[in-house]
Nanobody
Framework: QVQLVESGGGLVQPGGSLRLSCAASTSIFSLNAMGWYRQAPGKQREYVAAISNIDSTNYADSVKGRFTISRDNAKNTMSLQMNSLKPEDTAVYYC??????????WGQGTQVTVSS
Protein backbone atom coordinates (compact mmCIF):
# COMPACT_ATOMS: atom_id res chain seq x y z
CA GLN A 1 0.00 0.00 0.00
CA VAL A 2 1.35 3.38 -1.03
CA GLN A 3 0.03 6.59 0.50
CA LEU A 4 0.39 9.80 -1.47
CA VAL A 5 -0.03 13.33 -0.10
CA GLU A 6 -0.13 16.37 -2.37
CA SER A 7 0.71 19.92 -1.35
CA GLY A 8 1.41 23.29 -2.93
CA GLY A 9 -1.94 24.18 -4.43
CA GLY A 10 -3.49 27.60 -4.11
CA LEU A 11 -4.74 30.72 -5.86
CA VAL A 12 -2.54 32.33 -8.50
CA GLN A 13 -3.05 35.00 -11.14
CA PRO A 14 -2.93 34.15 -14.85
CA GLY A 15 0.68 33.99 -15.99
CA GLY A 16 1.87 33.02 -12.53
CA SER A 17 3.57 29.89 -11.24
CA LEU A 18 2.96 27.18 -8.67
CA ARG A 19 4.89 24.11 -7.62
CA LEU A 20 3.00 21.02 -6.53
CA SER A 21 4.62 18.28 -4.49
CA CYS A 22 3.62 14.69 -3.84
CA ALA A 23 5.10 12.82 -0.89
CA ALA A 24 5.01 9.03 -0.96
CA SER A 25 4.96 6.71 2.05
CA THR A 26 7.34 4.28 0.36
CA SER A 27 10.47 4.36 -1.73
CA ILE A 28 9.47 5.78 -5.11
CA PHE A 29 12.54 4.18 -6.63
CA SER A 30 10.63 0.88 -6.49
CA LEU A 31 7.66 2.25 -8.41
CA ASN A 32 7.14 1.85 -12.13
CA ALA A 33 5.89 5.39 -12.71
CA MET A 34 4.31 8.40 -11.10
CA GLY A 35 2.11 11.08 -12.56
CA TRP A 36 -0.26 13.99 -12.20
CA TYR A 37 -3.89 14.18 -13.23
CA ARG A 38 -6.43 16.95 -12.81
CA GLN A 39 -10.18 17.32 -12.66
CA ALA A 40 -12.00 20.58 -13.32
CA PRO A 41 -15.57 21.15 -12.10
CA GLY A 42 -18.05 19.26 -14.25
CA LYS A 43 -15.32 17.53 -16.25
CA GLN A 44 -13.68 14.13 -16.23
CA ARG A 45 -10.27 13.59 -14.68
CA GLU A 46 -7.58 14.13 -17.29
CA TYR A 47 -3.93 13.21 -17.65
CA VAL A 48 -1.35 15.96 -17.11
CA ALA A 49 2.13 14.45 -16.95
CA ALA A 50 4.05 11.31 -15.99
CA ILE A 51 7.59 10.30 -15.10
CA SER A 52 9.01 6.80 -15.23
CA ASN A 53 11.48 5.09 -12.90
CA ILE A 54 14.26 6.06 -15.31
CA ASP A 55 13.09 9.71 -15.39
CA SER A 56 11.50 9.52 -18.81
CA THR A 57 8.79 12.20 -18.93
CA ASN A 58 5.61 12.72 -20.89
CA TYR A 59 3.13 15.60 -20.98
CA ALA A 60 -0.36 16.34 -22.18
CA ASP A 61 -0.33 18.70 -25.15
CA SER A 62 -2.22 21.30 -23.12
CA VAL A 63 0.66 21.72 -20.64
CA LYS A 64 3.70 20.92 -22.78
CA GLY A 65 6.30 23.66 -22.52
CA ARG A 66 4.70 25.16 -19.40
CA PHE A 67 4.78 22.32 -16.84
CA THR A 68 7.77 20.28 -15.70
CA ILE A 69 7.51 17.00 -13.79
CA SER A 70 10.39 15.71 -11.67
CA ARG A 71 11.09 13.22 -8.91
CA ASP A 72 13.53 13.03 -6.01
CA ASN A 73 14.15 9.40 -5.12
CA ALA A 74 16.13 10.32 -2.01
CA LYS A 75 13.21 12.29 -0.57
CA ASN A 76 10.47 10.05 -2.01
CA THR A 77 8.78 13.02 -3.60
CA MET A 78 7.53 14.03 -7.01
CA SER A 79 6.93 17.61 -8.12
CA LEU A 80 5.10 19.50 -10.83
CA GLN A 81 6.41 22.96 -11.65
CA MET A 82 3.65 24.91 -13.34
CA ASN A 83 4.52 28.12 -15.17
CA SER A 84 2.51 30.49 -17.36
CA LEU A 85 -0.68 29.32 -15.70
CA LYS A 86 -3.99 29.89 -17.44
CA PRO A 87 -7.54 30.00 -16.06
CA GLU A 88 -8.21 26.71 -17.83
CA ASP A 89 -5.56 25.08 -15.62
CA THR A 90 -7.94 25.52 -12.68
CA ALA A 91 -8.68 22.07 -11.25
CA VAL A 92 -8.03 19.66 -8.43
CA TYR A 93 -4.65 18.09 -9.12
CA TYR A 94 -4.08 14.47 -8.13
CA CYS A 95 -0.83 12.59 -7.68
CA UNK A 96 -0.73 8.98 -8.85
CA UNK A 97 1.72 6.12 -8.52
CA UNK A 98 1.86 2.77 -10.28
CA UNK A 99 3.59 -0.38 -9.16
CA UNK A 100 5.14 -2.87 -11.55
CA UNK A 101 2.12 -5.20 -11.22
CA UNK A 102 -0.20 -2.43 -12.40
CA UNK A 103 -1.61 -1.48 -9.00
CA UNK A 104 -2.36 2.24 -8.90
CA UNK A 105 -2.60 4.63 -5.98
CA TRP A 106 -4.01 8.15 -5.73
CA GLY A 107 -3.59 11.11 -3.43
CA GLN A 108 -6.45 13.14 -2.05
CA GLY A 109 -5.88 16.05 -4.41
CA THR A 110 -4.90 19.70 -4.10
CA GLN A 111 -6.85 22.65 -5.50
CA VAL A 112 -5.25 24.96 -8.05
CA THR A 113 -7.19 28.09 -8.95
CA VAL A 114 -5.96 30.47 -11.65
CA SER A 115 -7.88 33.72 -11.52
CA SER A 116 -7.37 37.46 -11.46
Amino acid sequence: QVQLVESGGGLVQPGGSLRLSCAASTSIFSLNAMGWYRQAPGKQREYVAAISNIDSTNYADSVKGRFTISRDNAKNTMSLQMNSLKPEDTAVYYCSAEEWDGTSYWGQGTQVTVSS
